[in-house]
């Protein structure tokens, strides 16, 4: 079964976690210094939310799968879209480890679909997990030309 992943940056972490807790009727999932995630069965989804430099607000949307076959099935829908994809293999991100397909709506919003594979210590696998990095977990422009990979304040791709 396929979860709807929502990710929002947030200006102070403590508070929103406050007001979603109550909102969602339950505490995280997990609860770092920089970012917390709900996995909801009502309603189903994976709602994260971080305070690592990006402007307050929807920082992208997604489709989490449970396993590698619905990621191909993922995979093969956004083909047939005909849009631009990045893909990301074994990557880390948001304190865990998945294989990623990226794209860019037609109005601009980026979607991932991803099947976690485990759990992982870091934000990002880099070591440098310190609360002004970026939220998401693209590569950087430089190395792949990729439309929604902008620039947030901390000239860090997002």
């Known amino acids: 079964m396929k979860r709807i992943h929502l990710h929002v940056s947030v200006d102070d972490l403590r508070q929103s976690i406050d007001f979603y807790s109550n909102l969602f009727a339950a505490a995280p999932t997990i609860e770092k210094e920089d970012y917390a995630k709900w996995m909801l069965d009502d309603p189903f ?78 934000f990002n696998g880099t070591g440098d997990d310190l609360p002004s990095k970026s939220s998401c977990c693209s590569p950087a422009v430089e190395t792949i030309q990729f439309p929604f990979l902008k620039k947030n304040k901390s000239n860090e791709p997002c």
């Open 45 to 122: 989804v994976n709602f994260a939310i971080s305070q690592r430099g990006n402007k307050a607000g929807l920082d992208h949307v997604g489709i989490q799968v449970e396993d590698s076959g619905e990621l191909s099935e993922m995979k093969s829908r956004l083909e047939m879209a005909n849009m631009n994809m990045l893909s990301q293999e074994n990557t880390t991100c948001c304190y865990s480890k998945s294989d990623k397909y990226w794209v860019q709506d037609p109005s601009g919003i980026a979607w991932e679909t991803y099947h976690t594979l485990e759990s992982v210590p870091t």
